[in-house]
């Protein structure tokens, strides 16, 4: 089984401050996805990385792929408290997808 | 709209009683899965399937089958249900993208199991 860990659990912090979420494993993906997860819905996906080292922008958020496509992060610029929720990653390999166990995120105004 | 929809949204049921799970989809997606969601563990992948007639096992498959008999309906069956498939279940379906999978999730369904 493909393993993914992400870091840290638990992030609180208040609005206009920075924050990164990392995800690693020791195993290759292919691509890897980060979702957000509001309570009581689905996760929604918010990017795909699929070469090494490549960097995605999406607003105040940036993602980053691992030159070696092992690991990935997730930058808050100025966090607002329209980013509160459960952040996952998931890397693909195969015809499977595999998740980390997620961070909740929760910011405070 | 394109979306999953998934039924029931909560279910409360008793260990053995066999239950579906329905999941259907309208984008027309070649893929679709199941995962189950617990405290701690993120989303862990069921089966999945990768056309009609066509699916495998994902992470966790003890206790669980599924069908594909249709493009748009995946449904998820418990046999006989134990108390250690109380959990949040998301259905998703994904349409490939060069080499990437755009997935969309259903709304998810609560099973208790007592």
């Known amino acids: 089984t493909q393993l993914l860990e992400q870091s840290p659990q638990f992030l609180s912090i208040q609005e206009g401050e920075n924050l990164t979420v990392y995800c690693n494993s020791s195993?290759?993906?292919?691509?890897l996805q980060w979702y957000r997860q509001e309570p009581g819905e689905g996760p929604v996906l918010l990017v795909t990385v699929v070469t090494g080292g490549e960097v995605k922008k999406l607003k105040r958020l940036t993602f980053q792929f691992g030159d070696a496509r092992k690991d990935s992060s997730l930058h808050i610029t100025a966090a607002q408290p329209g980013d509160t929720g459960l952040y996952l990653c998931?890397?693909?390999?195969?015809?499977?997808?595999?998740f980390g166990a997620g961070t909740i995120l929760r910011v405070k105004s | 709209e394109a979306q999953v929809t998934q039924n029931p949204r909560y279910l409360i049921t008793v260990t053995g009683k066999k239950l579906t799970v329905t999941c259907s989809q309208n984008?027309?997606?070649?893929?679709m899965s199941w995962y189950r969601q617990d405290p701690g563990l993120g989303l862990r992948q069921i089966y999945y399937s990768m056309n009609v007639e066509v699916t495998d096992k994902g992470d966790v498959p003890e206790g669980y089958k599924v069908s594909r008999k249709e493009k748009r309906n995946f449904p998820l069956i418990l046999e006989s249900p134990s108390p250690n498939q109380t959990s949040l279940y998301f259905c998703?379906?994904?349409?490939?993208?060069?080499?990437?999978?755009?997935?969309?999730f259903g709304p998810g369904t609560r099973l208790t199991v007592t």
């Open positions: 195993s290759v993906f292919s691509s």
């Open positions: 998703a379906s994904s349409s490939r993208q060069g080499d990437t999978y755009e997935q969309y």
């Open positions: 984008m027309n997606h070649e893929y």
């Open positions: 998931a890397g693909r390999y195969g015809n499977k997808l595999v």
